[in-house]
């Protein structure tokens, strides 16, 4: 009886293993723009960055704010990789002020405003107030 326990407690914590395994290896980016209507001309840029494991964005008339997940490994190269990743969505959106950046506050402050579903004036102010937190020094 005790063998077949045992035996019973070693399947199921390979199992639990092998599960935990798995989700830890994902390879999905996580990829968010609010408001939708603007993100097809987003995401293409957005993707084909290999140095990112995912990205949250918000756009409105006058600008692009994008925080970006930086791979582990990457994150020695973060100031390169926000330049590099800003300069291509400016000449993508020529008119509008861009903001890349790989901090976690202003990720934070994004998910905020996408989960609230900001109207237009109080998107403004969001996003305003996320420019200022971008020129802090941490």
């Known amino acids: 009886m005790k063998k077949e326990q045992v035996n ?11 599960i ?12 968010v723009i609010y408001p939708g209507d603007n993100a097809e001309s987003l995401k293409p840029i957005m993707q ?6 995912g990205y949250k964005g918000v756009i409105n008339a006058k600008d692009v704010v994008v925080a970006i997940n930086i791979n582990r490994f990457d994150r020695f190269h973060k100031v390169k990789i926000e330049k590099k990743i800003t300069k291509q969505i400016e000449k993508q959106f020529p008119d509008k002020q861009v903001l890349v950046t790989g901090d976690q506050k202003i990720l934070w402050e994004v ?8 109207k237009e004036e109080d998107l ?4 305003e107030k ?3 937190l971008s020129k802090e020094e941490t």
Do not use: D, P
């Open 8 to 18: 019973r407690m070693k399947k199921s914590v390979i199992v639990f293993l092998m």
């Open 20 to 31: 935990l395994l798995l989700g830890a290896c994902s390879n999905e980016k996580e990829m």
């Open 48 to 53: 084909k960055q290999e140095s990112i494991h």
């Open 111 to 118: 998910e905020t405003i996408i989960e609230k579903n900001l």
């Open 124 to 127: 403004k102010k969001s996003i």
């Open 130 to 132: 996320i420019k200022s």
